[in-house]
């Protein structure tokens, strides 16, 4: 049996679908934080069979929920205080993400533009569809 130990404060980020633990890794920059973080790949679960969890030992305002939201809205965030789970937070699809992906279109102001950020907004829940606030460019992931 494999024994992680507990984490006396932090964020578990749990629910995560098997294998994409790394991406997600990447793509909130938790290699760029100056903490622990722990990954678990393909643990059981009942639910998914198995997930992948994620322990930073790090503050929640350090990740950034709406790109996690984005990335992967079915993920629970679990704070942790003195080694209990004070809340746990289910994501939503944010309404707006920025900085996150980025617009393809070559004629977009934000090809011309580097330092304007990259917004975009959710056109339809339904799919999942993000489109770029300049030039109204579907994302497809």
Do not use: W
């Not at 494999?2 to 749990?14: A, K, M, P, R, W």
């Not at 080694?83 to 746990?88: F, G, L, P, Q």
């Not at 920025?98 to 977009?108: A, F, G």
């Amino acid at each position: 049996m494999l024994n992680i130990s507990g984490l006396g404060e932090g964020v578990v980020l749990d629910h995560i679908s098997a294998g994409q633990s790394f991406p997600i890794y990447y793509q909130l920059g938790l290699d760029k934080l100056d903490c622990q973080v722990a990954i678990i790949k393909n643990a059981r679960s009942s639910k998914l069979g198995k997930k992948d969890i994620i322990k930073i030992e790090a503050p929640l305002h350090a990740i950034d929920l709406d790109a996690l939201g984005y990335i992967d809205h079915t993920i629970t965030v679990n704070v942790i205080k003195d080694n209990v789970i004070i809340e746990k937070k289910t994501l939503d699809l944010p309404q707006t993400i920025t900085n996150v992906i980025h617009c393809k279109n070559p004629r977009c102001i934000t090809s011309i533009e580097q330092e304007l950020p990259h917004i975009f907004y959710l056109s339809d829940e339904g799919s999942e569809t993000y489109r770029c606030k300049y030039c109204e460019e579907k994302y497809t992931k």
